[in-house]
Nanobody, 126 residues
Framework: QVQLVESGGGLVQAGGSLRLSCAAS????????MGWFRQAPGKEREIVAT????????RYADFVKGRFTISRDNTKNTVYLQLNTLKPEDTAVYYC???????????????????WGQGTQATVSS
């Protein structure tokens, strides 16, 4: 198993930036493909970005449009999400998740990840 703890959320003005972190503990970090997801009040959870086990391949939701960057540091067992040019509609709880068994260099584009963190709130004011 893997345990995931997110941090880095907060309140920012529109146009600002946040950097979310997700620290993993437990099983070997490179065994997991990782992803960032979000859920706004009254809305379904959606995929934001995913990254392969190697860190060499990523995939983003269309609404990201070059504003967000997912990365991982396999030496620190941590995955990051850099959020730039934030908009009020980016307000949500952001979750990281891990999926075991993915191929080495392929990000997983699915909501069906096995392990989830508790989430971190990001609020963007207009």
């Amino acid at each position: 198993q893997v345990q995931l703890v997110e941090s880095g959320g907060g309140l920012v003005q529109a146009g600002g930036s946040l950097r979310l972190s997700c620290a993993a503990s437990g099983r070997t970090f490179t065994s997991y493909a990782m992803g960032w997801f979000r859920q706004a009040p009254g809305k379904e959870r959606e995929i934001v970005a995913t990254i392969s086990r190697s860190g060499g391949s990523t995939r983003y939701a269309d609404f990201v449009k070059g504003r967000f960057t997912i990365s991982r540091d396999n030496t620190k067992n941590t995955v990051y999400l850099q959020l730039n040019t934030l908009k009020p509609e980016d307000t949500a709880v952001y979750y990281c998740a891990a999926e075991l068994g993915a191929t080495w260099d392929r990000p997983l584009w699915t909501l069906d990840y096995d392990y989830w963190g508790q989430g971190t709130q990001a609020t963007v004011s207009s």
